[in-house]
């Protein structure tokens, strides 16, 4: 046979395509060629194959060898593609017998071993999904593709050893060679249990606790602004502790993402916890949003996906990354388009900003402490743009604890008493809105807050005040509409009353507005 046929898979964003890779032997002068649209690193496969071949026992042949990746006009980036083309090859010269629908997907490394490669989690998905469920991959890799449903996963150390499961002749290969891919069992240095942030640390600040439970009920989106000091941050890292695990389909997506950004390792497991991402304030638009040259890869949003994004310090990031997040919070999606081509990441994530009142952080109370000019004040609070904070619902100012609250923490309430009335009200949103085919009150759109949820006029007065005298956008007037339903949801109503719109208006602070 002067023509090999086998299979890989090419990932543009989370989206996986069957790549049909063929391998044809020429009658010309020694060459190897590439086609495609290969990428450098796919590009120099031809010596890292032509290398582990040699060292597996069964070296290629001498004449002209032309790997095709099909289809061509889909770029093709990443060294997934080595074993695939290498079997290829080996099938083009006889060396072994056809493989059928097998998807191979592992980079090779000179001696002949299989190494992990990243993005093994949706890689499979797409194969399963496309009716190839046989997939050969990397041992390191092989915990990670038997996460997928319905794969039929089979893990090889070197290539000798595959290629002796295919036909080839034992006489020739390595297989006395078995490189030490296995996991030792023991941790690596950081990475033991770690200690769950808990509610019950936050000392007093009665009202932005009580915040932090109506965003975690509904998947809003948080404002926290007060004095340093004052429990911003320690709030924030307690929010994902207070949202309920993910569900079967949102934790392989939340995986797939995270295979997608993670090195190769052997220890993969299902992402069942909500993620959280903090990125430093001097991140770029390309660190928080996704993209890089060539096709674009995934940000803190997309890896913030199914739980939270936040953002310390937030007027101190750059305003245009700030207004870039103003599309996924509305669309809970990320499409990125480059020269390379255009990916599509998922970014349904709660973002929580905290954020000082002035540059200074002393313009609190009387602020008569504060060195701050009002100048300096309006400059620093623009950098957080007005599209933005429209679209967050919870703006809360966090007050200085006083000492009658800096109580003792057993004093408080705990992560796992208020996580099971996050959960309650969860329930009762899911019961209400998979019918409509949603899971939170924050995806509710207006014309379902508007039409089947539509709340009676006594109960709106006080928004439709708001509304008139332009305190309330028309985006505005949504979101505490969905504050109202979460705080219904928690207090056990079927309908908000007018006190959980009141409460509603007050935590989007506009609360001093009444007819």
Not at 45 to 56: H, L
Not at 258 to 265: D, F, K, Q
Not at 383 to 405: F, Y
């Amino acid at each position: 046979m002067a023509l090999g046929r086998t299979y890989s898979v090419a990932l543009v964003g989370l989206n996986g395509y069957i790549v049909e890779v063929e391998a044809d032997i020429g009658q010309t002068l020694p060459a190897f060629v590439i086609l495609g649209l290969p990428d450098a690193s796919l590009n120099e496969a031809k010596e890292r194959i032509r290398s582990a071949a040699q060292n597996s026992g069964i070296p290629l042949s001498r004449r002209k060898i032309t790997a095709n990746l099909i289809p061509a006009s889909l770029p093709k980036r990443g060294s997934g593609f080595d074993l695939a083309i290498a079997m290829a090859v080996l099938l083009a010269a006889n060396d072994i017998r056809p493989t059928g629908r097998t998807v191979f997907i592992a980079e090779l490394g000179l001696d002949g071993r299989l190494r992990p490669v990243r993005g093994i989690l949706p890689a499979v998905m797409a194969a399963v999904r496309a009716g190839y469920p046989e997939v050969v991959v990397a041992r390191a890799n092989v915990a990670e593709a038997e996460l997928v449903p319905g794969a039929q996963v089979r893990g090889y150390a070197t290539l000798a050893r595959l290629a002796f499961d295919c036909g080839a002749d034992p006489q020739d290969l390595v297989l006395d060679f078995e490189p030490d891919t296995e996991d030792s069992g023991h941790p690596e240095p950081g990475t033991g249990p770690a200690l769950v942030p808990d509610m019950c640390d936050v000392s007093g600040q009665a009202a932005a606790r009580r915040a932090l439970e109506v965003a975690a009920a509904g998947a809003h989106h948080l404002l926290l602004t007060g004095p340093p000091g004052a429990g911003k941050t320690m709030l924030a890292e307690r929010l994902p502790g207070l949202l309920p695990d993910l569900g079967d389909t949102e934790a392989m997506e939340v995986t797939a993402i995270h295979s997608l950004c993670s090195l190769p390792s052997g220890s993969v497991q299902l992402l069942r916890r909500p993620p959280y991402e903090n990125p430093h304030h001097t991140a770029t638009a390309v660190a928080i949003i996704g993209g890089g040259s060539g096709l674009p890869r995934p940000g803190a949003a997309s890896r913030a996906h199914r739980g939270v994004l936040f953002l310390d310090e937030a007027p101190e990031y750059d305003r245009g990354v700030l207004d870039a997040l103003r599309q996924p919070l509305e669309s809970g999606e990320l499409v990125i388009h480059r020269s390379a081509g255009s990916a599509a990441y998922p970014a349904r994530f709660q973002l929580v900003l905290a954020a000082n009142p002035c540059p200074c952080g002393k313009a609190t109370g009387k602020g008569v402490d504060c060195i701050c000019t009002p100048i300096m004040r309006r400059r620093y609070q623009a950098r957080m743009s007005g599209p933005l904070l429209d679209r967050v619902d919870i703006q809360l100012e966090v007050e200085r604890v006083s000492l009658a609250g800096f109580g003792q923490p057993a004093a408080e309430e705990g992560t796992a008493s208020i996580a099971e009335r996050v959960r309650a009200a969860r329930t009762r949103q899911l019961d209400r809105l998979l019918p409509f085919g949603m899971e939170t009150n924050a995806q509710v759109p207006g014309r379902l807050l508007r039409g089947s949820f539509r709340l009676d006029a006594p109960t709106t007065r006080i928004l439709d005040y708001a509304l008139e005298r332009g305190v309330l956008t028309a985006r505005g007037y949504d979101r505490v509409l969905r504050l109202a339903w979460t705080l219904a949801d928690l207090s056990r109503h079927d309908v908000p009353d007018a006190d959980d719109v009141g409460q509603a208006l007050g935590l989007r602070q506009a609360a001093a507005v009444s007819p």
